[in-house]
């Protein structure tokens, strides 16, 4: 007799899934806003730590797309995406870190959800999927 075991679902999976879209999202939006209105920043280039507007751009805008992809990944229960979401939500939360000044709310409010996402990446058993 042969048993044959569902793989365990999780919730927090489906969650971690749909922030790191959002999050990637987020991050399209800021790329895009750096590239296209960088006046709508609160401070200049110059102010910013590391780079300029244009290199934040495009830093945001691969950041985002990548993080969408592996978004759609962790809700296909991809075990890739589980670690290419770890890794990718603290990246964007050091690079907000970063940028902080160029936005503060923003860049906090995209933190906290890179802190979420690690920890719903992380809490569930290893080998389950999302619900």
């Keep these: 007799m042969t048993t044959h075991r569902m793989p365990m679902t999780s919730s927090w999976l489906t969650f971690a899934g749909i922030l ?4 990637g999202i987020f991050n399209l939006t800021d790329g895009l806003v750096a590239l296209l209105r960088s006046d709508y920043y609160l401070v200049t280039d110059r102010d910013i730590l590391i780079l300029n507007f244009t290199a934040w751009g495009w830093i945001w805008l691969i950041l985002g797309a990548i993080q969408i992809i592996v978004g759609v990944g962790i809700l296909a229960g991809r075990t890739w995406a589980r670690a290419a979401g770890v890794a990718l939500a603290v990246l964007a939360a050091l690079g907000h870190l970063v940028f902080l ?28 999927r999302a619900a």
Excluded at 110 to 124: D, E, H, K, N, Q
């Design 101 to 128: 000044r160029a936005f503060p709310v923003w860049s906090v409010l995209v933190i906290a959800m890179s802190v979420i996402v690690v920890y719903a990446l992380t809490a569930p058993p290893r080998g389950s």
């Design 20 to 23: 790191a879209i959002v999050t």
